[in-house]
């Protein structure tokens, strides 16, 4: 009897990626073919995002697709956060479905494929080829009232040690040149653990056992994050990278979304950092047109990005989601005037990363590569700089692709259509 084959369609986060990778590996396991979108099989797996409307529109999209043509896309399954909440509108929306199933009951998907459980460490990279992500902890016990993590996820739960070292053992025989830790609350690593391991603890022990050239932390809560908790970020291998996402400044807004802090509190934390870590790279997240932010507080919020320098920033219109807490808030934002105040810190972003970027020009840096492009250029990263281009890219001339450990390059200047810094290689 022939193999099944397979085909991942993969939305969301690089949490969502590491379900799909996991999922991948077992299938793998077990003899099961991983083939292409055009080749004919007899599933096709859609690992799906719920958090927002609009990512819950691509997924019905994407499953419309797939059961357009059954005898290319075989049996079409639902999986992760969207099913997690939204079962019925999927079994509305989409007939003809093979099974959905939500993100906490991978076991229950393999075993209805006849797939006995996750192998131990299992690892298919769906990402980059020289680094992966490690899900260092499931779920959120925060309540910050526009997200539906703890209802898709549940609560705060970190993974021990001893499962992270089986995942890491395979990372490091794929010869790896970094190590992305994630969760929805980094910071809060280990708190749930009778081992006593915090964050700074278990970076610590993964530069004493494992080699990665870069080992990078993202998602660092600000609530609450104790110094002790980042200590270990520029230590060893571990790179100086904060991401930090304050989600806002004005007292005001975080108090409505549940969050706590202010400008001078943000501030002191960014302070205290910068003291200690002179070479820190910080990245946040921000939103606009929360319920009842009014022009004060988003003047509040463009005053805060300007004292803060962050090297990248992301910026979000607010979405008012249906089984958010937010949803039942008075004092809506108008989405134009949400969106127009995002484009505006965005300019004001701008403005600080181009006064960033002169000191930066002839020094030299590392970068590890991604893929070659044409005529001797290929596409990399800096090491300030995180996967899947969310920090931009760095584009390098002369470098011969030899192995995955990061070179060193200068960088010449920035090229604002293609998104990356332009270098040269140097060693």
């Known amino acids: 009897m022939a193999s099944p084959r397979f085909f991942i369609d993969l939305h969301g986060c690089p949490k969502a990626m590491t379900d799909a990778e996991k999922l991948t590996a077992s299938l793998l396991d077990k003899g099961w073919l991983f083939v292409s979108e055009e080749e004919e099989r007899e599933y096709t797996f859609v690992v799906t995002c719920g958090f927002l409307e609009s990512a819950r529109k691509e997924c019905d999209r994407s499953l419309e697709f797939y059961l357009s043509d059954p005898s290319l896309s075989g049996s079409v399954v639902a999986v992760g956060c969207y099913p997690e909440l939204f079962a019925e509108r999927i079994d509305r929306l989409h007939k003809g479905l093979h099974l959905q199933i ?10 209805s494929l006849h797939v006995p459980g996750v192998p131990d460490g299992a690892k298919v990279l769906l990402g980059g080829s020289r680094w992966n992500y490690l899900k260092i902890s499931e779920g959120c016990s925060h ?24 995942e890491l053992d395979v990372m490091a025989a794929l010869d790896l040149q970094e190590v992305v830790l994630i969760s929805q609350d980094t910071a809060a690593y280990g708190k749930d653990l009778c081992e006593g391991l915090s964050l700074s603890g278990l970076l610590r022990k993964i530069d004493e056992n494992y080699s990665f050239p870069w080992i990078r932390v993202m998602y660092l809560n600000p609530q609450g994050l104790k110094d002790e908790t980042w200590s270990a970020l520029g230590e060893g291998r571990v790179l100086p990278y904060f991401d930090i996402p304050f989600q806002h400044a004005s007292p005001k807004v975080l108090k409505g979304m549940n969050r706590g802090g202010d400008v001078e509190e943000h501030l002191r934390l960014l302070e205290r950092i910068r003291k200690v870590k002179p070479d820190a790279v910080f990245r946040t997240t921000l939103i606009t047109g929360f319920p009842g932010e009014e022009e004060e507080d988003f003047r509040i919020l463009q005053s805060f990005v300007r004292e ?33 105040r995002r484009d505006t810190l965005y300019e004001v972003q701008n403005g600080i990363f181009h006064e960033k970027l002169e000191p930066l020009k002839g020094s030299l840096q590392t ?8 005529r001797g250029l290929h596409r990399g990263r800096l090491w300030f700089q995180a996967p899947e281009g969310i920090d931009g890219w760095a584009f390098v001339k002369g470098a011969k692709e030899k192995s995955n450990a990061p070179l060193f390059v200068r960088i010449e200047g920035y090229d604002y259509d293609k998104g990356g810094y332009l270098t040269h290689y140097e060693r």
């Open 102 to 111: 939500g993100v906490n009951r991978l076991d229950e998907l393999l075993d």
């Open 143 to 166: 309540r910050c009232a526009y997200c539906l993590i703890p209802k898709i996820r549940g609560p705060f739960r970190s993974r021990p040690w001893d499962e992270l070292a089986k």
């Open 308 to 340: 803060a320098r962050f090297d990248h920033m992301g910026v979000f219109a607010y979405s008012d989601e249906e089984l958010a807490a937010s949803f039942s808030l008075p004092d809506k934002v108008d989405q134009a005037v949400a969106e127009l």
């Open 367 to 374: 970068l590890v590569l991604e893929e070659p492009l044409k």
